[in-house]
């Protein structure tokens, strides 16, 4: 099935409206494959009679499919290790002060909020969820829960928030990312394919969220992780979603990207802060600001 290049442009334009994403030129024959079976599991031969019934009103699931089917899912276990072992060795400790402090002022349900922003299939939240419980299990001497670090996972493809639900993963999932040890301790098998304990599933609330026509109104978080979505995003976007970011976090709290990402060239009033062996980005401390 050809794809034109007028057809591509609309479908740029139509995609980027929808959710942000940005498909570069090059990627004409992803799209094209992507969308093949699309257009004829809806009976249609070409792209132009896509696009047109892409365009009615009524179309909203079929614009939903399109958003499925040209999102990246790529992700991992602590992906990148560093800004999970950070997260492990400085960002929880730290965290744990914060409710000390909050237990301190009276707060009768102090707790320590993380959001994993385009969360994907879910392995970054896991990967987080199994750092807060690794870490309070050691530490019996600070009397904490679990559920004192709540997790909000949000993406915008329903599909993969479905999934991440199940916590159902393969063993080669598994093996990006996971250790033997923490494998047998927070999933347990079952057929073909592994599952996340329940226990660790109670930490993390999973939800879609569409960062394209809405105000995020989540917070306030103590950590976002947000890492591997701002690339594929343009400037105006990414000014944007910097400046919610900021809006969410409670004072001091952090902003951690991906390898590849920075806030480089937006306006900001984050602060970058180098954490252990990793990047991120601090909402200044301002005493007029309280938790």
Known sequence: MELSQQEFRDIQTLVRSLCGLVLS??????????????????????????????QQLGAVLMREELVEALTTRETSFNRDTHP???????ILPALADTIGRRR???????????????CSTGQEAYSLAMAVHHFVGGSPALHLRPDQFPILATDVSIKAITLAKEGRYSERDLDRGLSQEWRTRYFRK??????????????????????????????????IFCRNVMIYFDVPTRQRLCDQFHQQLNTGGLLILGAAESLCGLKTPLVSEQIGGTWAYRKAIDSRSAD
């Open 104 to 118: 301190e002022s009276c707060n009768p349900t102090p707790i320590a909020r993380i959001w994993s922003a385009g």
């Open 25 to 54: 030129d090059h990627k004409t024959y992803l799209v094209r494959t992507r969308l093949e079976s699309v257009v004829q599991g809806h009976g249609l031969v070409t792209f132009t009679d896509y696009l047109g019934r892409l």
């Open 190 to 223: 079952g057929g073909d394919v592994w599952v996340a304990n329940n226990e660790l599933r109670r930490s993390i609330e999973f939800r879609r969220l569409n960062f394209i026509g809405q105000t995020i109104t989540l917070g306030p978080f103590d950590v």
């Open 84 to 90: 999970f072992e950070e997260f492990r060795r400085l």
